[in-house]
T-cell receptor, first 116, second 114 residues
Framework: AQSVTQLDSHVSVSEGTPVLLRCNYS??????LFWYVQHPNKGLQLLLK??????LVKGINGFEAEFKKSETSFHLTKPSAHMSDAAEYFC??????????????FGAGTQVVVTP | ETGVTQTPRHLVMGMTNKKSLKCEQH?????MYWYKQSAKKPLELMFV???????ENNSVPSRFSPECPNSSHLFLHLHTLQPEDSALYLC?????????????FGPGTRLTVL
């Protein structure tokens, strides 16, 4: 069984300040972890993914996430927020090799607001 | 066109209508998915197709009927829907058999049931 919890439903940051989106997961197997972003009226776009290689993963648009097995966390960060980062962000866990049908478990999402 | 496309982008229908949503992927993938995204709720997986065979039906009501004629196309046939079925319907595709299961999403169809 697998699950994912996004600890904040809303995050508000000022432009130019750091962004932190928190995610905790549980998985019976070595998981694959993803962060997706969804801008208004758009589909989901992959920001980055962890697949048991380097624990610090760099993604698009300056985002990165660190896989911490001991804390079962996969928090998403960005050093300096931009107005275009305003969107909803989803943390996602997959069962990995044991789940070859690609079933993903989505978190409830974190809405990010960026103020000037 | 590249990636995953969905048509129509917006659909308004009455409860007695019959309509279909279409999804097409241009990525050479062999797995396709339908998701439902409702306000204030996590993304819900509805159906999974692998090599054109349905491998997952997540307790979806029979008023939703999927069809996958080939690995590139996926349809969702709708009939006698309820207002609570109003949502964003997202299609995704992936290469099954890989360990990272990355899915690529279309822009979605915004469905409103009157």
């Amino acid at each position: 069984a697998q699950s994912v919890t996004q600890l904040d439903s809303h995050v508000s940051v000022s432009e130019g300040t750091p962004v932190l989106l928190r995610c905790n997961y549980s998985s019976s197997y070595s998981p694959s972890l993803f962060w997706y972003v969804q801008h208004p009226n758009k589909g989901l776009q992959l920001l980055l993914k962890y697949t048991s290689a380097a624990t610090l993963v760099k993604g698009i648009n300056g985002f990165e996430a660190e896989f911490k097995k001991s804390e079962t966390s996969f928090h998403l960060t960005k050093p300096s927020a931009h107005m275009s980062d305003a969107a909803e962000y989803f943390c996602v866990v997959s069962g990995g090799a044991q789940d070859s049908w690609g079933k993903l478990q989505f978190g409830a999402g974190t809405q990010v607001v960026v103020t000037p | 066109e590249t990636g995953v496309t969905q048509t129509p982008r917006h659909l308004v229908m009455g409860m007695t209508n019959k309509k279909s949503l279409k999804c097409e992927q241009h990525l050479g993938h062999n797995a396709m998915y339908w998701y439902k995204q409702s306000a204030k709720k996590p993304l819900e997986l509805m159906f999974v197709y692998n090599f054109k065979e349905q491998t997952e039906n997540n307790s979806v009501p029979s008023r939703f009927s999927p069809e996958c004629p080939n690995s590139s196309h996926l349809f969702l046939h709708l009939h006698t829907l309820q207002p609570e079925d109003s949502a964003l319907y997202l299609c995704a595709s992936s290469q099954s058999g890989t360990t990272n299961n990355e899915q690529f999403f279309g822009p979605g169809t915004r469905l409103t049931v009157l």
